[in-house]
């Protein structure tokens, strides 16, 4: 299917606003001035992009403590964003949150998540308001290769069968959960096999390449919203960072780091094969460029600039009324 | 207004709201039951009766049959209750929380708090409590004390039919997760309660029986027992103060510190843990904004810190009895 | 292959005890002397045997609330199971524990546990025991078409692929889990192939023929023995009575009901087969069966006589010390 | 002897105790880390460090690396220990209980009573808790207080690395079911520890400071907050006595209840729960036992009823200080 130039360069710009994004905290990790952890999902892209642009603001999608990518490309207001994991009162959490808690619920983003495996059972909630209600409303739940080895997944997995939901789950495959490759924590084969034996269409694509991704999820997403049920898709992509800024990354090899960015990045395979095609021009892609480059200049400056909560902001927001 | 058990104030609190509101649905495990089979749906209506006939009436689009994946319905309910419906999702015993208690405490429960106040997640879990069924040390606990020290989550305990109904459709219509203990044991006790619908507010105690001695207070079935103490020692000339909090977050401090405030003594009686248990924070709460009130030691009396025994007479002496309650107001006011 | 005389005795007298022991509770638990729940395991028997034929006492169970067959066959003590679901003093769990909780580790029975997908983690930690002590050990967790569907089972599924332990597991299909059929709560079509998904061996067999299950345990054990790993045996047998003792199966027809007793009853297809082969002679069957009433006859007797404990029994073995 | 961390001296007596006992195993989820990757095994070590090097001594045969899936970890453990081995496993942070409870509550703590005295689950549970390290509401809370309502487990909270060693390898000796929790903040705080093995008994309160004029109990990071409260005291003219219980189950009654008959005041500083926590708990227990002693309120200086919030000057109001502690106490002496 051709996706059109409007589409083409609605994703490379959530593609490349991810990057960015990403590679801009990476940097400025270093400063201290970014409180606590930061799981970052560059490399991945492709994934979250691919799935995102399928979905409409009342769709909702969860997300893992990788969630950045999942946030911007569902549509997240990127300087809230970077207001929240600088921990400041103006943040898209208002603070409290952080990396690890994105979340924006008229965006349909349910939030990012510190618990792997948190967010499966969760989104088929999300599923189940939009059957009981009748729309045609679908929810994502994206989970990495070690979640799909937790429990909860599985349970959720087994649900969104038997109810019939609106549901798909991706499984990003991205190698290694923490410090420990997915073929050692994993038992069999495939995720996508594994899923498909809970009673859904899955398949196994690569994750690198955005057309390979949109198409599985166009196709997971309409079977969603027409009340077919949950499907499955794994996507491998690797993540470029360590597993947390900071982390060492004695568990890869230094070719490894430098093969994936050469071969495994998805934006160069998507601008290879957009200007290649023809698809759109190189003019436009680096005109998204700059103006991506120049949203997260503005984006971190101001979050730099802002305002931190006051202890005043403590004791509220626990309950709607106590 | 007629008699009806807990068991039936329940299921028509249930009725009513679900009848009243089009968002509010029901899911757990045989909360119908009988789907798969080849005898009649709903052939359980909830594993001890309370949802029986809401299938029928709303359909299984909102009665909802789910496999035994507790993490998937407590999961299913918040993720739910944050897209816009209000689920009252059952956890057929306390005892299971181990299976799913992330999606309570760090989802359901925080969901506010870590978004900055921008979303609502208003559940209800309903979930059955108590020893006494000889059902031994893994569907016999009440574990409320746990829930009640997580911020986010309310919990609620009725310790009657009337309290029961108001309670429930307090929770459903409350904005918050609420957990609500129902004592197994109690489910056939009857009172009068009205036909029509009513709500009872959270964090007000009910004062059970008013008393200038002593104060008791007591959760969930202990109300029972604290009241038959009370009736005990009123044949001594001893006048006991019962206080049913109903509900221990919120917790409404005031009638219980007032109530100290008159007495001067305090006796707690709790059946959730003899550790960091409710009678504790009752006892840790009153000895903090009431100490000079205080005329003598606060008394918990909980069962002891061991699991629940299976054999009957282990079990009768495990849990709190009317007789150790007016044997420890004796001493106390000796 | 031939099982040979003594084998297939064994074997009924195991199946028998536990159908005779089931059948006199459900009876006796009418006086209201049996405190608590009781589940029945009649209709299963072949199951239970049919594996633990292949274990030794060094060897682990882990079991269900529905677990007196497992006991049984596993070898623990008729009379002190007796006194145990009766509360008594002498029971073999000193009437701590009850009909949900028997344990015999004498025996390798670690327990009937009554959370749902409770047994399955702490049967693959039996199984680490052996494979870190290098022993031949092997362990067995059994588990209802409706634990399959509980994330912890999951979980200790892969994790006993990953780390490649002596472990069978085995799911009973009896339709049912409570008032809810399998076929509504399980999402997927089979059990077996689920399992087999989780990247080890798994096979479906008729839980009613002996032989069948007898000759699938008798390969997965094996396979486990020799290092070969974790697999998977779903066994399909119908329960004779309800969830527990007291449940009025509105779910269930009258016509299942008699239906089970006529093609699903275990103990007859056996004796039919044997008898008709003439691999043992119907003498020393009845002869069994007439063992078998008198002993739980005396278990029966002996437990309404027996001690319960006393109050001074209520604080002790909470630990090993405090 | 010389100066070790908490880190250092948790891996020495993990290295101590896997040498002695060839019966001790660890697992958890990068407790070496590498596998299945391109790089180097034993990567992490732990997430924390805490169990680097022991890989490479004891081989992956009893230093296993698992999935994610904490209940099979746990539940593996407890089944391990049951059948003979000792299993050190580890849950990454305690906030992820909400996973696996089950198996450490319902089955881990509850074998040995359930079967009638005829098991013993010789397990340990290491975990991490605390705030301050800014990583919100789902990695930074403490929830000992849960774990010490569980009759069966034990809970143990080392407050500097002298204790932590010597009760990590009695954790390990021991024949009931320990739940270790180490205070992130504190792994790089270093102090003098013996090379050889010691184990220290449970149940037995450090005195970390004698004072005459009130008394503080606080655990695991607070008993820093504590001292520190006390050295400010001090130069008023106030003598704080400051009580390290060490080991929450079994708790060290005698220690407390004698410094407030020496005292007479108490002030609990304890960062697990504002509702039904340690310092619920330690008040309730006071209030009960040594009545007749107390001459003021007893003051509970814990978290508000909040989750922990991420932004670093919310989390740093979130946290009892030492100010707090000297304003309570300045008060409560008045
Ligand atoms: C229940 C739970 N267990 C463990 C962790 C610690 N942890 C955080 S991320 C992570 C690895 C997750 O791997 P994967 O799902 O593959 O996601 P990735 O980090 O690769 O995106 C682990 C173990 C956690 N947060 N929650
Ligand atoms: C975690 C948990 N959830 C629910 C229950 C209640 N319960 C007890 S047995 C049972 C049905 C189990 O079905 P299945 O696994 O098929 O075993 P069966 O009873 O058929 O032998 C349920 C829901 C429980 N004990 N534990
Ligand atoms: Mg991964
Ligand atoms: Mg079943």
Same mark, same amino acid.
């Given at each position: 299917m051709n996706l059109g130039n409007n589409i083409l360069l609605d994703a490379y710009h ?14 400025? #990790? ?23 642009l399928q ?102 997995? #087994? ?13 990003? #495959? ?36 955005f057309f390979?991704?949109e198409a599985?999820?166009r196709?997971?997403? /309409? ?51 957009v200007?290649?095609d023809q698809l759109v021009t190189?003019?436009a ?24 909560? =006051? ?12 | ?49 309370? /949802? ?13 049959? =789910? ?54 997640? $208003? ?11 000889? /059902? ?110 109903? =509900? ?53 009396? =909980? ?8 054999? $009957? ?22």
């Amino acid at each position: 299917m051709n996706l059109g130039n409007n589409i083409l360069l609605d994703a490379y710009h959530r593609m490349k606003a991810i990057r960015e994004f990403e590679e801009r905290i990476h940097v400025e #990790n270093t400063t201290g001035e970014i409180p606590g952890f930061v799981h970052l999902y560059a490399g991945q892209e492709a994934v979250a992009t691919g799935v995102c642009l399928q979905l409409r603001d009342s769709d909702y999608i969860g997300s893992t403590h990788r969630g950045h990518g999942h946030s911007i490309a569902k549509g997240c207001d990127i300087e809230a964003m970077m207001l929240e994991i600088y921990g400041k009162k103006g943040g898209l959490c208002a603070g409290k949150g952080g990396s690890m808690h994105i979340a924006d619920f008229e965006k349909g983003m349910l939030g990012a998540n510190a618990i792997v495996g948190g967010n499966p059972p969760l989104v088929i909630g999300a599923a189940l308001t939009a059957k009981v209600k009748g729309t045609d409303g679908v929810a994502v739940s994206f989970s990495g290769d070690g979640a799909s080895n937790q429990g909860t997944t599985f349970e959720a997995m #087994n649900m969104a069968v038997v109810l019939k939901l609106p549901v798909v789950f991706i499984f990003e #495959n991205n190698g290694y959960g923490e410090g420990t490759g997915c073929d050692y924590a994993f038992g069999a084969d495939s995720i996508a096999k594994r899923a498909e034996s809970f009673g859904m269409p899955a398949v196994s694509v690569d994750g690198t390449d955005f057309f390979a991704v949109e198409a599985a999820a166009r196709e997971a997403v /309409t079977r969603a919203r027409t009340g077919q049920g949950p499907s499955a898709i794994e996507a491998s992509a690797m993540r470029f960072y360590g597993h947390f800024e900071g982390d060492p990354q004695a568990y890869r090899s230094a070719d490894e780091l430098v093969e994936l960015r050469e071969t495994g990045d998805c934006l160069k395979i998507f601008r290879a094969k957009v200007e290649k095609d023809q698809l759109v021009t190189a003019d436009a892609l680096d005109q998204i460029d700059r103006e991506v480059a120049d949203l997260i200049d503005e984006a971190v400056d101001k979050a730099r600039k802002a305002d931190f909560p =006051t202890s005043d902001d403590l004791l509220t927001d626990v309950y709607v009324s106590y | 207004m007629s008699k009806k058990t807990i068991r039936e104030a329940l299921n028509e609190a249930l009725h009513q709201e679900m009848a009243r509101d089009g968002q509010v649905i029901i899911l757990g495990e045989d909360v119908a039951g009988g789907h798969g089979g080849t005898g009649v749906i709903d052939a359980y209506g909830g594993p001890l009766g309370v /949802t029986k006939g809401l299938i029928g009436e709303f359909g299984a689009n909102r009665v909802i049959d =789910t496999p035994i994946s507790e993490s998937a319905i407590m999961g299913a309910a918040a993720g739910a209750a944050a897209t816009g419906l209000r689920p009252v999702a059952e956890l057929m015993f306390v005892d299971f929380m181990g299976v799913c208690f992330d999606q309570i405490f760090n989802q359901a429960a925080k969901f506010r708090y870590m978004f900055g106040g921008k979303t609502k997640t $208003p559940m209800v879990v309903r979930t059955t409590i108590g020893a006494g069924m000889r /059902t031994a040390a893994q569907h016999s606990q009440c574990l409320y004390h746990m829930f009640t020290s997580v911020p986010g989550l309310k919990c609620v305990m009725p310790s009657n039919a009337y309290d029961a109904k108001g309670l429930l459709i307090e929770a459903i219509r409350d904005d918050d997760p609420v957990i609500f203990f129902e004592n197994k044991l109690l489910y056939d006790l009857a009172c009068d309660v009205p036909d029509e619908s009513y709500a009872i507010p959270f964090g007000e105690a009910n004062v059970v029986r008013e008393g200038g001695d002593v104060t008791i207070v007591a959760f969930s079935r202990m109300v029972h027992i604290a009241e038959e103490a009370a009736k005990t020692l009123a044949a001594e000339g001893i006048s006991v103060e019962v206080i049913d909090p109903r =509900t221990t977050s919120p917790l409404d401090e005031e009638t219980i510190l007032d109530s100290v405030e008159k007495t001067g003594f305090l006796v707690v009686v709790d059946e959730s843990a003899a550790r960091c248990g409710m009678a504790a924070d009752i006892a840790g709460l009153v000895v903090e904004q009431a100490f000079d009130a205080l005329r003598g030691p606060i008394i918990q009396i =909980t069962p002891p810190h061991t699991p629940v025994p299976f054999s $009957p007479p282990l079990e009768d002496a495990f849990i709190p009895t009317a007789g150790a309650v007016c044997d420890a107001i004796r001493k106390l006011l000796k």
